[in-house]
């Protein structure tokens, strides 16, 4: 890619990250508020689960389905590699290619936008936010709105994969990230290259990513649908 794509690149990063650090300042400025965030994050990773036991049963798939649960859509605590991120803006356009770093910015707007979303879910659930079932979710997933937003979720999980999965085809890209790993340590640029490794390691495992994508978003689509519709029970309750 151009100079110019890397630059907006970089700065479609930096922008989701602002929207991370906005979501990471408030949730440690309010320890109840963390809990409760903390609570859901863990409900939601348990629904996952439930829902994709076949997939992480699947030798072919078990790892891209932890990397999804884990790096892009489930419970994981990614202040650390945000963190890291802010710090080596500047070092990634000179070690990674601009679709990489592309990838990294919708891999930190999935991020953002399900930390934005798991807030507002909550101020729905009210007080105390770590008591609840599937139809008060459900419930709550309904009067909070912002439908175009979760179907967006939806859209940003298939994105991230067909980028992984366009690039572990790509042996200099793959060779490359082999070859970065001693600097990138050394440089502070730890948590993202773990992040890739991750992610390049479950996609390459994967041989072929079109069937994985399209479930998840035949099924994430499905429940979404469900619930709008006035479902209180389209899945098994996590909490049971």
């Not at 803006?89 to 936008?113: D, E, S």
């Not at 990230?177 to 992040?195: N, T």
């Not at 399209?214 to 098994?236: L, Q, Y």
Request: hydrophobic letters at 45%; aromatic letters at 8%; charged letters at 25%.
């Amino acid at each position: 890619m151009t100079e110019a794509a890397s630059g907006a690149a970089l700065a479609a990063l930096l922008h989701e990250l602002a929207r991370v650090q906005r979501c990471n300042a408030e949730r440690a400025a309010n320890p109840e508020l963390a809990r409760a965030l903390a609570h859901l994050r863990s409900w939601q990773s348990r629904r996952l689960r439930m829902t994709y036991a076949d997939l992480e049963a699947s030798p072919r798939y078990a790892p891209a389905m932890q990397f999804f649960e884990t790096d892009l859509y489930g419970g994981g605590d990614f202040a650390r590699r945000d963190a890291d991120l802010i710090r080596v803006v500047p070092a990634m356009k000179r070690l990674l290619p601009a679709g990489v770093i592309a990838a990294v910015a919708t891999a930190v707007a999935l991020n953002a936008l399900s930390q934005e979303l798991d807030r507002a879910l909550i101020d729905e659930l009210g007080s105390p936010g770590d008591r609840f079932g599937v139809a008060e979710y459900c419930a709550a997933y309904r009067r909070m709105g912002r439908h175009d937003c979760r179907e967006r979720q939806i859209r940003l999980i298939g994105e991230v994969g067909v980028t992984f999965d366009r690039y572990v085809r790509k042996p200099m890209i793959r060779g490359a990230l082999v070859l970065m790993r001693k600097p990138a340590r050394v440089g502070g640029l730890a948590a993202l290259q773990d992040f890739l490794e991750r992610g390049f390691s479950a996609f390459v495992r994967m041989r072929g990513a079109a069937e994985f994508l399209a479930t998840i978003e035949r099924r994430e689509s499905a429940i979404h649908a469900a619930i709008i519709s006035g479902a209180d029970t389209p899945f098994p309750d996590p909490g049971a």
